[in-house]
């Protein structure tokens, strides 16, 4: 079974308050994006899992990793002995604020409930409840990827609607030459209080509300996130903003044409990883 995982961006992105749990209240908008990892699952005899990462370079072991984390939880709350091998392969890049993390992980969940049914009549083994509860316990951004499209997010990220009206947007992402962590971004962001939360139904409702509060302390730690805005600004985008927590950042178009005629005159600069591609509706698994 092979499946393709996607990226998110944030549109829209607030900070508006440090949780006694020690997370933070949000409100943001989350949408995938045709920027995709691979995952492949394919049984062996008996011999656990088997989990192989290629086209990224990890300081972690592969029991960190998301997918090795996603399989463990699986079994526990299934009493399924998971005999896989998987291969990851990477395309979306790490520490970019691009959730790509957090999509191979619910892309995992739901392979292995598909896998492992009682029969080719059910949905899945475990209660969507079920498949929910291991996302949260995995990430604060992994239940949205159970089923991507675009969605306003509150809470720490559990709280989910979708936005059927999203407009469609034609993107070119860069990724420079830095990662960024979340945790680090987190302890030095400035929550502010909104009371003005957008109704999203149009490319002008998005111009106007074009924010990312991670920003204001982003900017000024890492002055290439500026540069990489104003860049593609003046290539043509109606907005640029460092998607999520960083380091990428991403410049939205209004149609293809202007896309391809941005893409054309950045790839000839070093300014770091390149991405061209587009917000997604919807996107199915398997």
Known sequence: MKILTPAKINPLLYILSKREDGFHELYMHMVP???????????????????????AEFSESPEENLVFRAVRIFELE??????????????????????????????TIQALNHLYRR?????????PETILAIASELGSDVPFFLEPSP????????????????????????????????????????????TNLPNVCSIDDLKSYFQNQFETSLLVQYPVLSELKTL??????FGALVSGSGSAV???????????????????????DIFSCETMATHSYY
């Open 33 to 55: 994006v045709s920027l995709f990892d691979t995952l492949t699952f394919t049984h062996n005899d008996g011999q656990g899992l088997n989990l192989k990462v290629s086209g």
């Open 78 to 107: 299934s009493g399924e002995t998971v005999n896989l091998n998987v291969i990851l392969e990477k395309h979306i890049p790490s520490g970019a604020g691009l959730g790509g993390g957090s999509g191979n992980a619910a892309g």
């Open 119 to 127: 029969s080719s009549e059910t949905e899945g083994l475990l209660s």
């Open 151 to 194: 969605c306003e997010i509150k809470g720490r990220g559990e709280k989910i609607k979708p936005l059927l009206e999203f407009p469609k947007l034609f993107l070119i992402i860069i990724k420079p030459p830095l990662s960024i962590s979340t945790k680090e971004a987190y302890k030095k962001c400035l929550p502010k209080k909104q």
């Open 232 to 237: 593609l600004l003046e290539n043509g985008a």
């Open 250 to 272: 991403f410049g939205a178009y209004y149609n293809k044409n202007l896309q391809n005629q941005a893409l054309k005159k950045l790839s000839c600069l070093t300014v770091g």
